[in-house]
């Protein structure tokens, strides 16, 4: 009797990750990074990371970690992380990956970086691993928070009313008004 074929096995499949970061129902986009604007210096938020996944090994377990970094020149410093499992389907598909209560502050860059890998180990044709596949890119917008705090508004303009009254509450006419700023008069007028 034939002995039946061993299924052959599958290579190793170049995974892929794709990102889209969102707090507060804004979202960064493959061209633009997410600038949120903070009422304060310090603020807690929760971060939604949306990773869509492609050519990850369908039927298998995998536990999807999300780091959220704060950038400050080549300083790369996790602020927070977030894990979630799940099974993995053929094609092109997504998970969320959510940081509750992070504290933000302002005028900072933050990126989310992830990682998925397998729970168990797969046999691969160049051998037995864990399928890991990453996405740690600090100049990738869409993965990007840039926080700044918005500016106050400027005051507008005012009426003002002067008067100079003598010892008896009567307005004293011909009394010389300077308004200056720093040694430079703005305005100046003579009371009627």
Known sequence: PEKPEKP??????EGKLKTTVSVDDQSATDKSELNLELQGQKVRKTVVD???????MAGNTYKLTGRLMKIEGDQETEVSKSEV???AKAGTNSE???????????GKKYV????AVSE???DFKEGTAKHVV???DKNDKAQTIITVTPKPEKPGEQEVHFSKINVGGEEIAGAKIQIKQGDTVVANWISE
């Open 8 to 13: 052959e096995k599958p290579e190793k499949p």
């Open 85 to 87: 499992t799940f099974n």
């Open 50 to 56: 949306k990773v869509e996944y492609s050519n990850l």
């Open 96 to 106: 969320t990956v959510t940081f509750t209560n992070v504290e933000l502050e302002s």
């Open 120 to 122: 168990h180990e797969i």
């Open 112 to 115: 989310v970086y992830e990682s």
């Open 134 to 136: 990453k996405h740690e």
